[in-house]
């Protein structure tokens, strides 16, 4: 499991609307681009037109036409049906959906001080109006009227799928409340609202904050060239010219723990990255967690339910959280057995670096890479020049081209966010118009870490045109140095792949209404097509169609690949148990009955402790900087990649079986994994594709965590 892919699940005060909608709010459009029509490429948003103080207005003015639209259907004196209820209210505020999606999404990819500001003071107005669509008893019978009486509809498949997925959200959204109830249920999605931008905001400047700044050229032992000269670049940007910088983004800070001979500051920059968000000032996290984890607990008692986990899974594939401890539980033991010899192992070459202390986890990833080049004769240095980033996107680009006949095309006319921001058009290999892809790659200080996918615009039909999807993808990959390209690392190339599968999601997506569209599945579904990509990165075949070297052209060497899938399942030990402490913590807080009451520091460290967590390894994310789930859409839910981890192997067992580009087995993923989006049950898609249920035994064998005797380090 890598270090990426918090999956944007964008929360608007109307997330199952549509995203394009006509001006109809006369001369407050005339001057703002956000309420007029985008007369744009592909209509694509106009970012070369907004500005800041476009937002406030455009929103505001967007709550009132949607609160007007949401009033019509309540008030209508027409028998409820169908459309004049469920379609209606589906095709409802789509003006503020647009607007609030490119907020969003550019609160968290280019953000400033401004917009971070205006998030939190929008967060309540946008809570309320949430609240009142759902709180309103009379649109409330009216869907209840629909969902009682929808036998004599005679509804197909689709319709009876966004009639429940509607009337659910009135229901988990307090309809049957009484008025007191209703009154505290709003106070309490105000609070979370605000109290999440906090939260996200903290990490971000805490991760912007600290610079580790390089004076002494000794100090750089160790670390890999293209890395150095990026810190320089970064340093000479920050007026330390002659110094190099490194920073708490992963592309500085993981190679830094990866190479630096200087253990002292391999300690300093651990210590400042896993105390982000803890550190006694104002961005400190530690109350906003409290705070959080116990109004969402309270909100879910509320509503009748045990705990907040117990609330969130009910629509989730798990449907318990007793069933996802049971397959944390599955995989914990031997997951934690491997990461012990791994330890040991590490131990052993600390030992003769005459160092007697106990493994650190800064010491970690140092030691683990000496041991892959003893172990497997394998750099990762020596990887990294056959996977330049426009090799990858090609790569990428030709297996989704193999699979699904898809085509890429760069469009410069079409407006980005951001200078290093590209767009391109995807069409099916008729020429026919799929949808339009962003990529952003690189980490700047406007940017949130990590890597994750998220929309525009998604897919629906509207008055039988299929409208088409505008995706997006952003990561944080070292930026490109001099003559050299931004070369990834297999991890980050893996990453590519994985965010582009969500992608393909959200871009292969062909439903008629945009609330099941695409990614809107349950999170530990939304994880399959992602992490299947993932399996194509590594495939012999694959790796000679994309890895090759940036300066030569030459292909990645037979011997090159050999040495990569023999290590496949190196250091998987520690990279299960960090991802697994993670989602044991994440469970811990939400599956709580009672009010969190005590500091979150000794919490963390009691939840570890019961799952016998060595101290050489922490939680992938602790508490502090878990942006997954206190602001981004996954609590209780940290547990979807493992559970989805199931889903990918052996769905791709039905490629292996048959050849890489079967054209029949990739069909029939297309059909019915990425073009569904929500319209069926999560179980059901997955059985129609593959026949039966999943198994667990190839997640155990990809991780390595079956019985074997473990390899010995060379003398």
């Not at 810190?231 to 330390?240: R, T, W």
């Not at 090609?394 to 699904?404: K, M, P, Q, S, W």
């Not at 037979?558 to 148990?577: H, M, N, P, R, Y």
């Amino acid at each position: 499991m890598k270090r990426k892919t918090l999956f944007i699940l964008t929360i608007t005060a109307s997330i199952f609307m549509s995203c394009h909608r006509e001006n109809t709010s006369g001369s407050i459009g005339e001057d703002n681009p956000l309420l007029a029509v985008w007369d744009t490429p592909y209509d694509a948003p106009p970012f070369d037109e907004i500005k800041n103080e476009h937002f406030k207005p455009a929103l505001q003015e967007a709550i009132r036409i949607h609160q007007g639209e949401i009033d019509a259907i309540a008030n209508s004196h027409a028998q409820p049906n169908f459309k004049n209820t469920i379609e209606a209210l589906e095709n409802s505020g789509s003006l503020l959906t647009r607007i609030n999606t490119v907020f969003n999404n550019l609160n968290v990819a280019h953000t400033n001080p401004e917009l971070q500001a205006l998030a939190q003071e929008m967060a309540p107005e946008l809570s309320k109006h949430n609240d009142d669509i759902y709180l309103n008893q009379k649109l409330f019978e009216r869907v209840k009227s629909v969902w009682d009486n929808q036998i004599g509809f005679k509804l197909n498949r689709e319709e009876a799928k966004l009639l429940e997925k509607k009337y659910k959200a009135f229901i988990r959204s307090g309809a049957n409340l009484n008025e007191e109830q209703k009154e505290r249920l709003r106070k309490i999605n105000e609070e979370l609202a605000v109290i999440a931008l906090k939260f996200g905001d903290n990490v971000l400047a805490d991760t912007n904050s600290f610079e580790l700044v390089v004076s002494d050229k000794k100090d750089l032992a160790g670390l890999p060239q293209e890395l150095i000269a990026a810190a320089a670049d970064d340093a000479k940007a920050k007026g330390k010219e002659g110094k190099w910088l490194f920073t708490l983004q992963n592309a500085s800070v993981m190679p830094f723990l990866q190479y630096a001979e200087n253990r002292d500051l391999r300690k300093k920059i651990w210590t400042a990255y896993q105390n982000r968000g803890n550190n006694g000032n104002a961005t400190d996290n530690r109350i906003n967690i409290v705070q959080l984890t116990n109004l969402r607990a309270e909100k879910a008692r509320l509503l009748g339910y045990k705990s907040h986990a117990h609330f969130v899974l009910e629509e989730r594939m798990a449907k318990t959280p007793e069933k996802v401890y049971g397959l944390l539980d599955q995989l914990w033991k031997p997951a934690l057995e491997k990461a012990k010899i791994e330890e040991a192992d590490i131990k052993k070459l600390m030992v003769a670096d005459g160092i007697t202390d106990a493994v650190q986890p800064y010491d970690w990833r140092y030691y683990t890479e000496k041991i892959r080049k003893q172990r497997y004769n394998l750099d990762e240095q020596e990887l990294k020049p056959y996977f330049s980033l426009d090799n990858v996107r090609e790569g990428i680009f030709t297996v989704a081209g193999n699979l699904y006949g898809l085509k890429f095309r760069q469009v410069k006319d079409v407006p980005v966010y951001q200078k290093d921001v590209t767009a391109w058009e995807v069409t099916e290999a008729d020429g026919k118009h799929v949808g339009i892809l962003y990529m952003d790659f690189y980490p700047r200080e406007s940017k949130k870490g990590g890597a994750w996918m998220t929309s525009y615009r998604k897919e629906k039909i509207q008055d039988g045109k299929r409208i088409a999807p505008i995706i997006s993808i952003v990561c944080n990959f070292t930026k490109p140095t001099g003559d050299t390209p931004a070369l990834l690392t297999f991890d980050e190339t893996t990453t590519f792949f994985h965010e582009f599968g969500h992608a393909l999601h959200g871009l292969l997506s062909n439903v008629n209404y945009e609330s099941l569209s695409g990614t809107s599945v349950p999170t530990d579904f939304v994880e399959l097509p992602s992490q299947i990509m993932e399996n194509w990165a590594a495939e012999p075949e694959v790796l000679k169609l994309y890895a090759k070297h940036y300066k030569t052209g030459e292909v990645i060497p037979d011997e090159l690949i050999a040495k990569l899938q023999e290590s496949a399942t190196f250091d998987q030990g520690f990279a299960t148990v960090e991802y697994l402490a993670a989602t044991y913590l994440d469970l811990d807080y939400h599956a709580r009955t009672q009010d969190l009451t005590q500091n979150v520091t000794p919490f963390e460290e009691e939840s570890m402790k019961k799952i016998g967590l060595i101290p050489s390894i922490i939680p992938r994310y602790r508490s502090t900087y878990y942006n997954h789930i206190f602001n981004g859409g996954y609590s209780a839910g940290y547990y979807s990649y493992i559970w989805s981890g199931v889903l990918d192997t052996d769905a791709f067992e039905a490629f292996k079986g048959t050849s890489l580009f079967d054209k029949a087995t990739a069909k029939s993923f297309r059909t019915n994994i990425l073009e569904r989006g929500g319209t069926l049950e999560a179980d059901a898609m997955y059985k129609a594709f593959r026949g039966a249920e999943p198994s667990i035994e190839p997640l155990l064998r990809k991780r390595g965590l079956e019985k074997k005797a473990p390899q010995p380090l060379l003398p």
